[in-house]
């Protein structure tokens, strides 16, 4: 290659040499492409103003209760003297001696009511050699009874009821019917008993007791049987089986 053609500058290299000494857009160019933009991009509106809320009006004033009148007063009743009667509107109320009135309470009134429905049992009169007998039986024991008008006296087998029974139940037993027939104090009751317990026994009398009662006064039978007091009482222990130690109980099983 010769020194002219290495001398020349080349087509390709030109090119090159004017894109790098190209210059920069000045601000005034670059002043229409920003205006041209903002022209582009649409304004956006404002939001409206949101109005303020109505002023709420304040309650009505709530007048005072009325101002309620005191009750009046009410006059002392006047005093009355003893022994006189004090009228009070359609009733009247007697005054005792040496106390104030004593006002009537509804309470009392079924007391009073009670008391005249209930009443006293009518005793019967008793000949002076009259003998009434019975017999009475409970378990095992059987107690013949006789009795006869005297100031409530008891022999039970020749002693008195407080040493043949020394315990308040079985003497209370043996009261029953004449309290209920209303002859403890005008008979005396003398019996013989045999056989069973103090218990069993007590119960024989009673038995015996109501049954001469109804020798006394046959209208004491529905009163006596509604106490279960002419009731012969049937329960008895029961007999040992063979096999078994006793009525219901059984040897301890072994099963070898």
Do not use: C, W
Request: hydrophobic share 30%; proline share 12%.
């Amino acid at each position: 290659m010769t020194e002219e053609q290495s001398s020349q500058p080349t087509d390709e290299g030109a090119p090159q040499e004017s894109a790098a000494e190209a210059p920069a857009p000045t601000p005034a160019e670059q002043a229409p492409e920003a205006a041209q933009q903002d022209a582009e991009t649409p304004d956006v509106p404002d939001a409206p103003d949101v109005p303020d809320a109505p002023d709420v009006p304040d309650a009505p004033d709530v007048p005072d209760a009325p101002d309620v009148p005191d009750a009046p007063d009410v006059p002392d009743a006047p005093d009355v003297p003893a022994g006189e009667t004090a009228p009070s509107g359609d009733t009247e109320t007697t005054v005792p001696e040496g106390g104030e009135a004593a006002a009537a309470t509804p309470a009392d009134e079924p007391t009073t009511a009670a008391s005249e429905e209930a009443p006293a049992p009518k005793l019967v009169e008793l000949a002076g050699e009259a003998r009434y007998f019975a017999t009475g039986k409970r378990k095992s024991s059987v107690a013949r009874v006789i009795l006869r008008p005297g100031s409530g006296g008891f022999e039970l087998n020749g002693r008195s009821l407080e040493v043949y029974f020394p315990r308040s139940k079985h003497q209370a037993v043996v009261r029953q019917p004449l309290e209920t027939a209303g002859l403890l104090e005008r008979v005396d009751v003398r019996a013989r008993i045999h056989g069973g317990g103090i218990s069993g026994q007590a119960d024989a009398v009673r038995h015996g007791i109501a049954k001469a009662l109804i020798e006394v006064d046959p209208n004491l039978r529905g009163e006596l049987k509604r106490r279960q007091f002419l009731t012969r009482d049937p329960r008895v222990k029961e007999r040992r089986k063979a096999g078994l130690k006793k009525a219901r109980k059984r040897p301890q099983f072994s099963k070898r």
